[in-house]
């Protein structure tokens, strides 16, 4: 007897017999469109701090003005907000493939049109100040777990101690000189990582329907079969960027020019987000290693006797982010010089295979493929949060 797949039980089920739709996603959603609206008409009656603009980068911005796309983002967002409500208020086929479409719209101009060069700058500059708390976390958390090892990470954190004093002069330019920076940066944060976020929550919702039983299931399966692949080619894309920096710890920093060269601020700066690209590799592979899918007893929070899950909203929300950042910045990438734009910083192609990844980790977290080897999908609420 042939062996039926969990889609087309899901399909073949009674309609009562199918779980009740979580509402979290579409709530999330909704609230997106919410604070992109309200961040809009903020800049809407504060022209001065509007950072929807051609000086950033923003793609739409080529082709009507500023005040026209926060128009036009204010207003998609009110009615992510109005299509978010009626499927909660009345549920239906109808209103599902309303938020449908809205949702595809919103993340479009959400996460790609308000968005360009300037976005990738930011976030990197975001990961990149975000670097040495993380480090410091990670190397807390290894001296507290592997009691063997505690002698081997005190000599590494004395090396690094000592060669922050070596550097003091470099490291103490480059807080002089990043403080200013970010008096004012709320709004250019705000401006990139807000819509961004609600174009996470739409696409989330979409990929929600998608489920088994859902309208793109035999997509989710197909990208699901492949996520190994998938995630493995969206490693690749952070490391050229992130080997050249490497080379900003010799004498010889390559494609610094003789700033990097003369002066240590930048040489920091070109490391710490040299560190980042490293990092968003190692966080990759985490989509397909196990310490993706379950903590490690020793991990804060755990009760230390067994591992426990990750929950997948905790990987698929920044994975999301990230995925929907790179593909918004790929195309003013390609204005920039061509082995930048192509190469060393690979938008265009990093962006659409984590998006992938991303995908392909909840198909396999939320059970698409029969018989894949995966944790149990505890704890309980984790498979009606999608």
Do not use: K
């Not at 959400?110 to 190397?139: C, R």
């Not at 505690?150 to 090396?159: C, F, I, K, V």
């Not at 990139?192 to 329907?209: E, G, S």
């Amino acid at each position: 007897m042939p062996r039926t797949s969990p889609v087309e039980l899901d399909r073949n089920a009674p309609a009562g017999a199918r779980p009740p739709e979580s509402r979290v996603p579409t709530v999330l959603a909704g609230a997106g469109s919410l604070v992109v609206t309200a961040l809009c008409l903020v800049f809407l009656s504060r022209p001065g701090i509007n950072r929807y603009t051609a000086d950033n980068g923003v793609l739409a911005t080529s082709l009507i003005s500023t005040t026209a796309l926060t128009v036009v983002l204010a207003a998609l967002g009110g009615l992510g907000i109005v299509a978010a409500g009626a499927r909660l208020i009345a549920p239906s086929r109808v209103t599902a493939a309303l938020t449908t479409a809205v949702g595809g719209v919103s993340a479009l101009v959400f996460g790609v049109l308000a968005q360009g060069a300037g976005t990738l700058s930011t976030f990197g500059y975001l990961v990149a100040w975000a670097v040495p708390l993380v480090l410091v976390t990670l190397w807390i958390l290894a001296f507290r777990a592997y009691r063997g090892a505690r002698a081997a990470l005190l000599a590494a954190g004395a090396a690094v101690i000592v060669g922050g004093f070596v550097s003091r002069e470099g490291l103490a330019s480059y807080v002089t000189s990043m403080a200013p920076q970010l008096a004012g940066t709320q709004w250019i944060i705000a401006a990139v990582v807000l819509p961004l976020l609600a174009a996470v929550a739409w696409v989330a919702l979409i990929v929600r329907d998608a489920r088994p039983g859902g309208h793109g299931s035999r997509a989710t399966a197909w990208v699901t079969r492949h996520r190994v692949q998938f995630t493995a080619l969206a490693a690749l894309g952070p490391l050229p960027y992130a080997i050249i920096r490497l080379t900003w710890l010799t004498p010889w920093p390559q494609f610094g020019g003789p700033i990097a060269e003369a002066d240590p601020a930048v040489r920091v700066q070109g490391i710490l987000l040299g560190a980042a690209g490293w990092l968003g590799f190692i966080l990759t592979l985490g989509l397909i290693a196990r310490w993706g899918e379950r903590l490690p007893r020793w991990f804060p929070g755990g009760s230390g006797e067994a591992d426990r899950p990750v929950h997948p909203l905790a990987a698929i929300i920044p994975g999301g982010l990230v995925a929907l950042m790179l593909c918004g910045a790929a195309i003013p990438m390609f204005s920039l010089d061509s082995s930048m734009g192509l190469l060393i910083f690979p938008a265009w192609f990093w962006g659409p295979t984590l998006a992938l990844a991303v995908w392909g980790y909840a198909g396999h977290r939320y059970g698409v493929l029969e018989g894949e080897d995966r944790p149990p999908a505890d704890p309980a609420h984790v498979g009606a949060d999608l």
